[in-house]
Structure formats: C-alpha cells, structure tokens
C-alpha cells in the first residue's frame, strides 16, 4: 500500500503559480509510475503530468511547458510546479501512484484545491 498526502493548494490569481507537493509513504523511486490528475466539477479526472521510476516525464497538452513535474527520492515527494495559472486550471488536484507500468493507478490521495481568479 502506497499513502499519498498532497499539499500546497489554494487560491491564487491568473498569471500566478504554485507548487503543489506529494508525500509518499513509499519510496518513490520504486514506485513505476506517479502522476498528477486534474478534476473539474462535471469533467472526468484527467491526468496533467507524470514521472516514472527511471526519471521519464510525460504532460497532457494543457500541461505542456507549463507544468513541471519533479521528484525527491530522499524525502518520498513528488512535486507538481504549475505556471501561468488560468481560470480554466481550477479543479481538485490528485497524486497518485502504480507499481504498473500500464493500466490504471492503484493509489490516490484525497486531493487538493486549486482555484485561480481571473
């Protein structure tokens, strides 16, 4: 079983950035893959970015250059700094993680709020 806290969220202004951050109970480095979903009322979770174990990352299209997604193998975080900050990034932010390389994610976090202003 993997746990998985996020923090880091809140409110913040279009143009603005933040850093989201994941606390894994688990060492991350051994864990295949870890991502970040995004989720907006009446839309499907959907994922922004992802890491693998070998340091290999992957953004959806709105997430690309301008999102970055890192990691700390000392301290079991997985950090998601989000950039340029519109309107349209609100939603409830999820870490999850598979020891599968495919397939779904078999752990989640409970998710946080980000919510930017216009």
């Known amino acids: 079983q993997v746990q998985l806290v996020e923090s880091g969220g809140g409110l913040v202004q279009a143009g603005g950035s933040l850093r989201l951050s994941c606390s894994s109970s688990?060492?991350?480095?051994?864990?295949?893959?870890m991502a970040w979903f995004r989720q907006n009322p009446g839309n499907q979770r959907e994922k922004v970015a992802q890491?693998?174990?070998?340091?290999?990352?992957w953004y959806s299209d709105s997430a690309e250059g301008r999102f970055y997604i890192s990691r700390d193998n000392a301290q079991n975080m997985v950090y998601l700094h989000v950039n340029r900050l519109t309107p349209e990034d609100t939603g409830n932010y999820y870490c999850?993680?598979?020891?599968?390389?495919?397939?779904?994610?078999?752990?989640w976090g409970p998710g946080i709020r980000v919510t930017v202003s216009s």
């Open positions: 688990e060492a991350v480095s051994r864990i295949n893959r």
């Open positions: 999850a993680a598979s020891y599968r390389w495919f397939d779904t994610f078999e752990f």
């Open positions: 890491i693998l174990s070998g340091g290999g990352t």
